[in-house]
Nanobody, 129 residues
Framework: QVQPVESGGGSVQAGGSLRLSCSPSGRRGSKYSMGWFRQAPGKEREFVAAVTWSGDNTFYADSVLGRFILSRDDAKNTVYPQMDSLKPEDTAVYYC??????????????????????WGQGTQVTVSP
């Protein structure tokens, strides 16, 4: 069992920054490809960013490209999305997910929630105008 745990959400004004973090509990020393999704009220869950288990590849949604940077610290077993130049439309609950059993992530596969096996509870990000 792997349980991603998110933290770092909060409220910020437009143009501001937030850094989220996600630490997936599970087998010590195991590394997983990790994804971030978000869901705004009344909308479907949408892909934000993902990083492969090796850290060699990161993928971003067009809506956050150039504003968000996803990194991982394997020593701390933690993944960090650094979110800059935030906009009101970034307001959503952000979910961390782990791809444990699925085939390796590709740019296409990373975008689909079905390719992730475990999900966190989510953390709220609110961006005011």
């Amino acid at each position: 069992q792997v349980q991603p745990v998110e933290s770092g959400g909060g409220s910020v004004q437009a143009g501001g920054s937030l850094r989220l973090s996600c630490s997936p509990s599970g087998r010590r020393g195991s590394k997983y490809s990790m994804g971030w999704f978000r869901q705004a009220p009344g909308k479907e869950r949408e892909f934000v960013a993902a990083v492969t288990w090796s850290g060699d590849n990161t993928f971003y949604a067009d809506s956050v490209l150039g504003r968000f940077i996803l990194s991982r610290d394997d020593a701390k077993n933690t993944v960090y999305p650094q979110m800059d130049s935030l906009k009101p439309e970034d307001t959503a609950v952000y979910y961390c997910s782990a791809a444990v059993f699925s085939p390796p992530l590709t740019r296409e596969r990373a975008h689909w929630p079905r390719n992730y096996d475990y999900w966190g509870q989510g953390t709220q990000v609110t961006v005011s105008p």
